[in-house]
C-alpha cells in the first residue's frame, strides 16, 4: 500500500508541476506579447521625433531664407606662397544668425544664437 500512496503522491506532484509549467508558458507569452507592443511603440515615437526634428530644421532654413541680409564684410588674403584666404560674415535678421565662410578651399559655418 505504501507503495501505491507513494506513487499517487508522485502523480500527484508531476499534475502540479504541469500546471505552472503551463501557467509560466502563459505569463511568457503575455510578456512577449507586451515587449512586442513596447517595440513597435519606441519605433513609432523615434519616427516621430525624427519627424519634429526636420520639421523644425524645415522652419530654420525657411526663416534663413525669407529673412534679408542686414550686412556683410568680406577679408581677402593673399600668402608670399600664392594660397588665398576668404573670410566672410553675413548678419541676418533672423534670430541673430551669423554665417562666416572662411579659407576658400574648405567652407565653414558658425552659427550664434
Do not use: C, F, P, Y
Not at 503522491?9 to 512586442?36: F, H, P, S, W
Not at 516621430?48 to 534679408?68: G, L, W, Y
Not at 600664392?82 to 562666416?100: H, R
Amino acid at each position: 500500500m505504501g507503495e501505491k500512496e507513494l506513487t499517487v503522491e508522485k502523480k500527484v506532484g508531476i499534475v502540479e508541476l504541469r500546471i505552472q509549467v503551463i501557467g509560466l508558458q502563459q505569463t511568457m507569452e503575455a510578456l512577449l506579447r507586451k515587449v512586442d507592443k513596447l517595440e513597435n511603440e519606441l519605433e513609432m515615437k523615434a519616427d516621430i521625433t525624427h519627424v519634429q526634428e526636420m520639421v523644425k530644421h524645415s522652419v530654420v532654413i525657411k526663416k534663413i531664407n525669407d529673412s534679408k541680409s542686414i550686412g556683410m564684410d568680406s577679408k581677402v588674403g593673399i600668402s608670399l606662397d600664392g594660397k588665398v584666404s576668404l573670410e566672410s560674415i553675413v548678419e541676418q535678421t533672423t534670430g541673430a544668425i551669423k554665417i562666416s565662410a572662411t579659407n576658400i578651399n574648405g567652407v565653414k559655418t558658425n552659427e550664434t544664437k
